[in-house]
Nanobody, 124 residues
Framework: QVQLVESGGGLVQAGGSLRLSCAASGGAFSLLGMGWFRQAPGKEREFVAAISWRGVSTVYADSVKGRSTISRDNAKNTMYLQMNSLKPEDTAIYYC?????????????????WGPGTQVTVSS
């Protein structure tokens, strides 16, 4: 099972940008679909974006579509989430997750390995 660690979170003003990274080890990262989820205080974990094993297919939540880009570098065992035009409602803990197969999914149940999360705070 792959182990995941997120980085790149922090405090940013509204309208700013952040690039989150997810470093993978101990598993077949390059063969797995990957995803980003987030959880704000008092809310359920929600889907943000997902990418297939070769990066050919991507899906986004409507809330981040057009402002975010998910990508991956299989040679570096790393996935990224570039977030632009950040809004206060993007404030959350962001988690990366590894899927059970090669494709994308919006469903948390599809992902069986999760990182500890990285905090993103957007001030108004």
């Amino acid at each position: 099972q792959v182990q995941l660690v997120e980085s790149g979170g922090g405090l940013v003003q509204a309208g700013g940008s952040l690039r989150l990274s997810c470093a993978a080890s101990g598993g077949a990262f390059s063969l797995l679909g990957m995803g980003w989820f987030r959880q704000a205080p008092g809310k359920e974990r929600e889907f943000v974006a997902a990418i297939s094993w070769r990066g050919v297919s991507t899906v986004y939540a409507d809330s981040v579509k057009g402002r975010s880009t998910i990508s991956r570098d299989n040679a570096k065992n790393t996935m990224y989430l570039q977030m632009n035009s950040l809004k206060p409602e993007d404030t959350a803990i962001y988690y990366c997750a590894a899927g059970l197969g090669q494709s994308t999914s919006r469903e948390p149940a599809y992902f069986n390995s999760w990182g500890p999360g990285t905090q993103v705070t957007v001030s108004s």
